[in-house]
């Protein structure tokens, strides 16, 4: 018997194999969903940027008036007291210009309390607290509210700066 040599198998060509063109495809979407998401957060970042800002050109276009343009106290010259308005409580602690400035804000307190018609004629005032070390004491104004009808308000008054300032407690 001759032998012959076995007979090798013809190499059959091996299965291609994708992995790699998987890899590369799934890397290139990657990178694609990537770019999306900064571009994305990139213009909504912008605009928020240039929303604070205006905000920030606005807050800077507030014209701050200096301060010697700002009013404080009342307007009123307490050696011309303005007529018509009715007349000044008497009593109390307070010179006439303090009273003045006191009852106009009474006034307004009691208006807005229910007191409508507030009267100075029948208002009575009474100290029930003597000044203090600083100056402050507080009165108690009985006031004539029209029709019978009497509301009490607590006024504080507070020297600062050479002016006595009356602060009218809400009742």
Do not use: H
């Not at 307490?78 to 009474?106: C, F, H, K, M, Q």
């Not at 409508?116 to 004539?144: F, M």
């Amino acid at each position: 018997m001759e032998s012959t040599p076995p007979i090798s198998p013809t190499p059959e060509s091996a299965p291609k194999s994708n992995r790699n063109l998987i890899i590369i495809v799934v890397v290139a979407i990657v990178l694609c969903c990537c770019c999306l998401v900064v571009g994305a957060g990139g213009y909504y970042g912008y605009q928020a940027y240039t929303a604070a800002q205006q905000a920030v050109q606005q807050f800077d276009d507030i014209q701050i008036p200096d301060i010697q343009e700002i009013p404080t106290g009342l307007p009123i010259d307490p050696n011309n007291l303005p007529t018509g308005i009715g007349e000044v409580p008497t009593g109390g602690l307070a010179d006439e210009s303090t009273r003045y400035a006191a009852w106009l804000s009474v006034q307004l307190v009691g208006m807005m309390s229910g007191c409508e018609t507030p009267t100075a004629a029948t208002t009575t005032i009474s100290v029930t607290q003597q000044p203090d070390s600083n100056g402050i004491w507080v009165e108690s104004w009985n006031v004539d509210c029209g029709s019978g009808s009497f509301k009490s308000y607590n006024v504080t008054f507070t020297p600062e700066n050479g002016v006595v300032n009356p602060t009218v407690e809400l009742p």
